[in-house]
């Protein structure tokens, strides 16, 4: 099936450093890929849907100027956590998507759990 | 809007007991359902899924219905094992998007 493929799996960073998320479709083109973010013991939450060759659609609440979302190619998606500060420590998630029959199935990274100290 | 709710956890069986783990959902259309399974520290893995009313979705044992008059999902499986201990979220997707209810972590013991 449909790889995705997240890196790195865990990172930590200094507060006021920034870190970069990369989301690969391995055997896929994706024009469009999701970015959650997972807080302990809660749901997954859509950040933002990632569009290739055009700017990120954030969802509300989410800072675009803190999450950085490129989409430079048709296999990549970039996530950059600006100023990263120990709030952001979080498990972080993207995901794209196949249309199956008009509707679609999500694949999904193996995740980054991103730890700010 | 569109919107999953699910029993909340943690639930701990026994080996080989019978599982259930409720799911209910709000849409506005006539959205695709699904499992998902997360194991410690990796990402979410599709375990089932149901695109139309009364479709029954089913995998590795579990299974669950497209329930339409009671808008629910619920999952279930005959007799679980260690193995299956992890989080378990419901969730529906809607014009390529996907809402997920707050996961409902299984602990199975020996």
């Known amino acids: 099936g449909a790889v995705v493929s997240q890196h790195p799996s865990r990172v930590i960073c200094k507060s006021g450093t920034s870190v970069k998320i990369e989301c690969r479709s391995l055997?896929?083109?994706?024009?469009?890929m999701f970015w959650y973010r997972q807080f302990p013991k809660k749901s997954l939450m859509l950040m933002a849907t990632?569009?290739?060759?055009?700017?990120?659609?954030?969802e509300q609440g989410v800072e675009k100027d803190k999450f950085l979302i490129n989409h430079a190619s048709l296999t990549l998606s970039t996530l950059t956590v600006t100023s990263a500060h120990p709030e952001d420590s979080s498990f972080y998630i993207c995901?794209?998507?196949?249309?199956?029959?008009?509707?679609?199935?999500?694949?999904f990274g193996q995740g980054t759990r991103l730890t700010v100290v | 809007g569109n919107s999953v709710t699910q029993m909340e956890g943690p639930v701990t069986l026994s080996e080989e007991a019978f599982l259930t783990i409720n799911c209910t959902y709000t849409?506005?259309?006539?959205?695709?359902l699904f499992w998902y399974v997360q194991y410690p520290g990796e990402g979410l893995q599709l375990l089932l899924k149901a695109t139309k009313a009364d479709d029954k979705g089913s995998n590795k044992g579990f299974e669950a219905t497209y329930r339409k008059e009671t808008t629910s999902f619920h999952l279930e499986k005959g007799s679980v094992q260690v193995s299956d201990s992890a989080v378990y979220f419901c969730a529906l997707s809607e014009v390529n998007k996907f809402y997920f209810g707050s996961g409902t972590k299984l602990n199975v013991k020996p």
């Open positions: 849409a506005t259309g006539y959205p695709s």
């Open positions: 995901s794209a998507n196949i249309p199956h029959g008009g509707r679609a199935e999500a694949f």
């Open positions: 055997d896929f083109q994706a024009t469009t």
């Open positions: 990632s569009n290739e060759g055009s700017k990120a659609t954030y």
